[in-house]
């Protein structure tokens, strides 16, 4: 079977809002702030239980995530020890015959930020999110990216930047998605970290993508 590595993204240290929202989405062993994480996305999806029995076994990591569909797969891995992650992410490219520069470059889809949000706008985002509330008049920050999964790191390294709140955020499927929202300065900050976290990362070329 030919895989391909969407995604392969390392987190030194996941913040909180970010763990938090991770703890209440997943299904699987949950992290807590300050730990370090992995982040892999892969085609074809059903690959992904090949990718997280070699973690497992090589390794101490606990595995957070693990969404298997037809077309990718995505898995995350956290623990105490950065080095475990670090061994797991190398024992994984191992199995995959792979290297983590031919991991895939994140692309922006698209960014944009509204500004002091209406009430109505608000009630409509609140309903179908899964992490803090936006209030009236707050700021906005939606960021889409492929491949799906680097939108974590988009998150964490916002989070770092500034004081905002994490409002969604969807690692997987054909684009990562992520809603951030705080006042008109911080959003601001954090918009810059965000593109700043995903020009940063090496790789090849994504296939081109089609609007959805």
């Not at 390392?10 to 949950?30: C, E, M, N, V, W």
């Not at 076994?57 to 995505?74: F, I, M, W």
């Not at 191992?94 to 209406?118: C, F, G, N, W, Y």
């Not at 899964?130 to 009236?136: C, N, R, S, V, W």
Request: with cysteine; proline share 6%; hydrophobic share 50%.
């Amino acid at each position: 079977m030919s895989i391909t590595l969407r995604t392969f993204a390392f987190l030194d240290s996941l913040q909180p809002q970010l763990a938090s929202f991770i703890g209440k989405t997943s299904r699987g062993f949950l992290p807590v702030p300050e730990m370090a994480s992995l982040w892999v996305e892969i085609a074809p999806g059903i690959a992904i239980n090949r990718v997280t029995d070699v973690a497992l076994k090589a390794t101490t990591v606990a595995p957070a995530v693990q969404v298997v569909e037809r077309a990718y797969g995505l898995l995350e891995v956290h623990d105490w020890d950065k080095g475990e992650v670090m061994n797991a992410g190398n024992a994984i490219l191992s199995a995959l015959d792979t290297r983590e520069d031919q991991r895939m470059k994140p692309q922006v889809v698209s960014s944009q930020i509204i500004r002091a949000v209406e009430p109505y706008q608000s009630q409509i985002i609140n309903r179908n999110s899964a992490g803090m509330m936006i209030l009236p008049g707050q700021s906005l920050f939606i960021l889409e990216c492929v491949p799906a999964a680097y939108i974590t790191l988009a998150a964490n390294e916002a989070e770092k930047a500034a004081r905002i709140f994490l409002v969604d955020i969807r690692p997987y499927g054909a684009f990562g998605r992520l809603y951030l929202s705080g006042t008109e300065a911080e959003i601001d900050a954090a918009a810059a970290a965000a593109m700043a976290a995903l020009e940063g990362v090496t790789g090849v070329e994504p296939p081109a993508f089609k609007d959805k």
